[in-house]
Every structure is written in structure tokens, then in C-alpha cells.
């Protein structure tokens, strides 16, 4: 346990010191050349040490470890971290890095603050589909804060055109192109995770007698809005009148109604989920 308390007071600090060695590319050619590969190093041995602490709570407890609201907040902030580890490796983005570790940085102090970040058996995933409905939320989750943050760049990029600021965070800035191509795919990797994980999820409410699960639960009600709204941003591209910047505002409001679905499902008391 001692090894537990450790990692989860060190993993935001871990993950806001990465994002500070981001944040040194924003000083353009002065950067340190060392920074790129200590940014990088930091960065997977966070994950590495965050991938550890739930080794640590399924080792200790026998159980798959997602499970209460601080777990799965955490969970939400490695596949996150994971995923623009992932999306940066064929076009590196050091200023998108800092934007979003940061975001994790604080969903992991948000789980910590929930704590104490332990497994139990209270509630564990029992069976196949609980465990693959835990994974695939946790992936859409990330890609949809992925899909937000994007998005929201987008708009300050589009902003800084269009007074004609092209000074430093102009130029540290990912182009329009990408960071609205890549708004819309991390929506639809989103919109696919969420299809798979709602089916799944509701599937598991009827099959368990002892559920309240309900269409009518706002939880519920939160989810398949976000699936509906991430559809729409995915396919906006075909959409007439729905344009990138369009699509940026709505994945940068579909971020902030996520935060709000896990702000409920952190408490017991308005969420069906047996935490």
C-alpha cells in the first residue's frame, strides 16, 4: 500500500513536470536540445509508473482495478496520456502536449483528491463484457478530451488569423489542417468507442436484475448525447454548414458535457453505477 500512496501523490506532479518540458518548445529556436528526449523520457516513464499502480491494485486485490470513481477518473488520465502519446508519434506537437498533460495533470489530481485511489471488492468487473465496457469507455473518454482540446486550439488558432497575430504561439501552433482533421478523427474514434460501449453497457443493465438502470437516468441521458453530438462532429465534413470551426466550438462543448458525466458518475448518489 505504501507503494500505492506513493505513485498517487507522484503521478500529477509526474505529469505536470512533463507537461512544463513541453511547454519549453514554445521558446521556439531557443528551445534546449535536451527537451525533446526529457519530455519524451519523462512521458513514458510516467505512463510506465501509472500502468504500475493499477499492476499494483489488481495484484493486490485479485480483481480488474477500474472500479469507484477515483480509479476510473485515473483511468480517463492514463488513456488520455496513452492516446496523444500515440496520435504525436508520426507528427510531433510539443504545444498541443502542453495543453493536454495538463488536462490529465488535473484529472489525476482530481482522482487523488477523490481518494483515497484504492481497489476493493465491492464492485469489481466480473465478466467479459464488464471489463470491455470499462476499457472502451475509458477510450472514447479520452479520445472525446482529446477531440475537445483539439478543438478548442483550433479556435484560438483560427482567432490569432484572423487578427493577424502571427507572433509565437502563431507559429508553435499545429496548422488549421491538422488540428481540425484531427479534431474530427479523435471524435470518431470517440463516436465508435461510445457505439460499442453503449450497447455493451446497456446490455449488462438488463442482464443484472439488481440494477437501476434506467434510459431515464441523467447519466444515461449525458452519454447518448455526447454519442449523438460526437457523431455529428466526426462526419461534419459532410455535413452542409457545418464547417471546422463550427465543429471545433461543438467538440469544445462536448468536452466540457464530459467532464459534467464524470462529474455525476463521481457520485454515487446521482449515478446507477455500483461503485
Same mark, same amino acid.
Given at each position: 500500500?505504501?507503494?500505492v500512496?506513493?505513485?498517487?501523490?507522484?503521478?500529477?506532479?509526474?505529469?505536470?513536470?512533463?507537461a512544463?518540458?513541453?511547454?519549453?518548445?514554445y521558446?521556439?529556436?531557443?528551445?534546449?536540445?535536451?527537451?525533446?528526449?526529457?519530455?519524451?523520457?519523462?512521458?513514458?516513464?510516467t505512463?510506465?509508473?501509472?500502468?504500475?499502480?493499477?499492476?499494483?491494485?489488481a495484484?493486490?486485490?485479485?480483481?480488474?482495478?477500474?472500479?469507484?470513481?477515483?480509479l476510473?477518473?485515473?483511468?480517463v488520465?492514463?488513456?488520455?496520456?496513452?492516446?496523444?502519446?500515440?496520435? $504525436?508519434?508520426?507528427? !510531433?506537437?510539443?504545444?498541443v502536449?502542453?495543453?493536454?498533460?495538463?488536462? /490529465?495533470? &488535473? *484529472?489525476?489530481? =482530481? #482522482?487523488?483528491?477523490?481518494?483515497?485511489?484504492?481497489a $476493493?471488492e465491492?464492485? !469489481?468487473?466480473?465478466?467479459?463484457?464488464?471489463?470491455?465496457?470499462i476499457? /472502451?469507455? &475509458? *477510450?472514447?473518454? =479520452? #479520445?472525446?478530451?482529446?477531440?475537445?482540446v483539439?478543438?478548442?486550439?483550433?479556435?484560438?488558432?483560427?482567432?490569432?488569423?484572423?487578427?493577424?497575430?502571427?507572433?509565437r504561439?502563431?507559429r508553435?501552433?499545429?496548422?488549421l489542417?491538422?488540428?481540425?482533421?484531427?479534431?474530427?478523427?479523435a471524435?470518431?474514434?470517440?463516436?465508435?468507442?461510445?457505439?460499442?460501449?453503449?450497447?455493451?453497457?446497456?446490455?449488462?443493465?438488463?442482464?443484472?436484475?439488481?440494477?437501476?438502470?434506467?434510459?431515464?437516468?441523467?447519466?444515461?441521458?449525458?452519454?447518448?448525447?455526447?454519442?449523438?453530438?460526437?457523431?455529428?462532429?466526426?462526419?461534419?465534413?459532410?455535413?452542409?454548414?457545418?464547417?471546422?470551426?463550427?465543429?471545433?466550438y461543438?467538440?469544445?462543448?462536448?468536452?466540457?458535457?464530459?467532464l459534467?458525466?464524470?462529474?455525476?458518475?463521481?457520485?454515487?448518489?446521482?449515478?446507477?453505477?455500483?461503485?
Open positions: 500500500m505504501r507503494s500512496q506513493v505513485l498517487t501523490v507522484s503521478l500529477p506532479l509526474l505529469y505536470a513536470g512533463t512544463a518540458l513541453y511547454a519549453l518548445s521558446a521556439g529556436e531557443r528551445t534546449p536540445a535536451w527537451s525533446q528526449t526529457a519530455r519524451r523520457v519523462l512521458l513514458l516513464a505512463i510506465a509508473a501509472h500502468v504500475g499502480l493499477f499492476g499494483l491494485h495484484q493486490t486485490h485479485g480483481a480488474f482495478p477500474i472500479q469507484g470513481a477515483a476510473t477518473i485515473s483511468g488520465a492514463l488513456t488520455t496520456a496513452i492516446l496523444f502519446r500515440l496520435v $504525436s508519434l508520426r507528427v !510531433p506537437q510539443p504545444t502536449g502542453t495543453l493536454v498533460l495538463t488536462a /490529465v495533470a &488535473l *484529472l489525476q489530481w =482530481a #482522482a487523488a483528491a477523490f481518494g483515497p485511489v484504492t $476493493s465491492a464492485a !469489481p468487473a466480473k465478466n467479459g463484457a464488464a471489463i470491455l465496457h476499457v /472502451v469507455m &475509458l *477510450l472514447a473518454s =479520452a #479520445a472525446l478530451v482529446l477531440s475537445g483539439y478543438g478548442w486550439l483550433h479556435l484560438v488558432q483560427y482567432r490569432q488569423m484572423q487578427r493577424r497575430a502571427f507572433g504561439l502563431f508553435n501552433l499545429p496548422s489542417e491538422l488540428l481540425s482533421r484531427t479534431t474530427r478523427r471524435a470518431l474514434a470517440g463516436f465508435l468507442c461510445l457505439t460499442v460501449g453503449l450497447n455493451v453497457g446497456i446490455g449488462l443493465g438488463h442482464a443484472t436484475p439488481e440494477s437501476a438502470f434506467s434510459y431515464g437516468d441523467p447519466e444515461v441521458i449525458l452519454v447518448m448525447a455526447l454519442w449523438i453530438h460526437f457523431g455529428v462532429i466526426a462526419f461534419s465534413g459532410r455535413i452542409p454548414g457545418l464547417n471546422a470551426r463550427r465543429a471545433s461543438a467538440a469544445l462543448g462536448g468536452l466540457l458535457t464530459l459534467v458525466a464524470i462529474g455525476v458518475m463521481a457520485f454515487p448518489a446521482l449515478s446507477f453505477h455500483a461503485f
